[in-house]
Nanobody, 118 residues
Framework: QVQLVESGGGSVQAGGSLRLACAAS????????MGWFRQAPGKEREGVAF????????RYADSVKGRFTISRDNAKATVFLQMDSLKPEDTAMYYC???????????WGQGTQVTVSS
C-alpha cells in the first residue's frame, strides 16, 4: 500500500520558517517526480514546488520563488519543502504528491496544515 506522510506543519509568525517533509512507503520514489501542493479555504489547490526524479529539475509557483526550496533524499524516500520568509497568504493545507511527471500525479498524502499569522 502506497503511503505519503507529510510532517512539519504548524503555526508561525510572518517572516518565520518551516520545513515540511514527506516520507514515502510502499512505493519507490526514485523514478518519480515529487511535488508540493497547497489549498487554502475557499480556494483551488495550487502547485507550489516540483522536483524531478533525480533532483536536477525544479519548478516553483511565482508566489513562492526565492522563499521556498524543494529538495529530496531518495535514499530515505523523502522530499522536503523549506519555507522561509513566510507570509499570511501562505496559510493553507500542504499536500505531498508523487507521479510520473510534473503533469501526472498518481499518489497524494493527507496533508499538513501551515498557518502564518501577521
Amino acid at each position: 500500500q502506497v503511503q505519503l506522510v507529510e510532517s512539519g506543519g504548524g503555526s508561525v509568525q510572518a517572516g518565520g520558517s518551516l520545513r515540511l517533509a514527506c516520507a514515502a512507503s510502499g512505493y519507490s520514489v526514485v523514478n518519480s517526480a515529487m511535488g508540493w501542493f497547497r489549498q487554502a479555504p475557499g480556494k483551488e489547490r495550487e502547485g507550489v514546488a516540483f522536483i524531478s526524479s533525480g533532483g536536477a529539475m525544479t519548478r516553483y509557483a511565482d508566489s513562492v520563488k526565492g522563499r521556498f526550496t524543494i529538495s529530496r533524499d531518495n535514499a530515505k524516500a523523502t522530499v522536503f519543502l523549506q519555507m522561509d520568509s513566510l507570509k499570511p497568504e501562505d496559510t493553507a493545507m500542504y499536500y505531498c504528491a508523487a507521479g510520473r511527471s510534473f503533469y501526472q500525479w498518481d499518489y497524494w498524502g493527507q496533508g499538513t496544515q501551515v498557518t502564518v499569522s501577521s
